[in-house]
């Protein structure tokens, strides 16, 4: 694949990985609390939960690019780590920003919010691949990062931290899987 053909399906891509990350929202549930599905699905309703159903589908569609021939360009994994990194960014600086305003969740401009976090990953993405050059230790810094961030997602539904109200369910005032009624 080509820049040009991976910036072009990243466009395409923006209103099925919106959908796949709103169903992602019910699979906790539809699997009768599958603590394997927990791992991408959403188990509450806490910030990182929705940032973790808006990044695993991110994450997916990277994954088949990269073997699609995402492999031959050099600026592939680091523009796509970038990429994934803007979601937890732009989704709490938005519901946040809009939340000082509004002192209440909306769920329209949640649901708002969660499309527009896709879409600034996706068209973020395409800008950095174009314009990124890498050469080998920028690609194994950006693979670091990678693992971290694939990591924090693995293990921080499980083992959310208690200092932020971004892990905790503003329904139940719990964390993680306890989070969940």
Same mark, same amino acid.
């Given at each position: 694949?080509?820049?040009?053909?991976?910036?072009?399906?990243?466009?395409?891509?923006?209103?099925?990985?919106?959908?796949?990350?709103?169903?992602?929202?019910?699979?906790?549930?539809?699997?009768?609390?599958?603590?394997? %599905? #927990? +791992?991408?699905?959403?188990?509450?309703?806490?910030?990182?939960?929705? $940032?973790?159903?808006?990044?695993?589908?991110? /994450? @997916?569609?990277?994954?088949?690019?990269?073997?699609?021939?995402?492999?031959?360009?050099?600026?592939?994994?680091?523009?796509?780590?970038?990429?994934?990194?803007?979601?937890?960014?732009?989704? %709490? #600086? +938005?519901?946040?920003?809009?939340?000082?305003?509004?002192?209440?969740? $909306?769920?329209?401009?949640?649901?708002?919010? /969660? @499309?527009?976090?896709?879409?600034?990953?996706?068209?973020?993405?395409?800008?950095?691949?174009?314009?990124?050059?890498?050469?080998?230790?920028?690609?194994?810094?950006?693979?670091?990062f990678l693992v971290f961030i694939i990591i924090a997602f693995l293990v921080s539904t499980r083992h959310s931290p208690k200092e932020t109200d971004l892990f905790k369910d503003p329904i139940t005032s719990k964390y993680g899987l306890r989070g969940h009624k």
């Open positions: 694949m080509t820049i040009e053909q991976i910036t072009a399906l990243d466009y395409w891509m923006i209103i099925p990985l919106f959908l796949l990350g709103s169903a992602l929202h019910f699979t906790y549930n539809w699997s009768k609390h599958n603590k394997s %599905v #927990a +791992i991408i699905s959403a188990v509450n309703e806490s910030y990182w939960e929705h $940032i973790k159903i808006a990044f695993w589908p991110v /994450f @997916l569609l990277y994954v088949v690019e990269f073997v699609l021939g995402g492999y031959n360009i050099s600026s592939f994994i680091p523009a796509k780590t970038i990429a994934l990194y803007t979601i937890p960014i732009s989704m %709490v #600086a +938005i519901v946040f920003g809009y939340k000082h305003f509004a002192k209440k969740n $909306i769920l329209a401009i949640d649901i708002s919010a /969660f @499309l527009i976090t896709i879409a600034i990953s996706q068209v973020a993405c395409s800008l950095l691949m174009r314009q990124l050059s890498a050469d080998f230790i920028t690609i194994i810094i950006s693979l670091c």
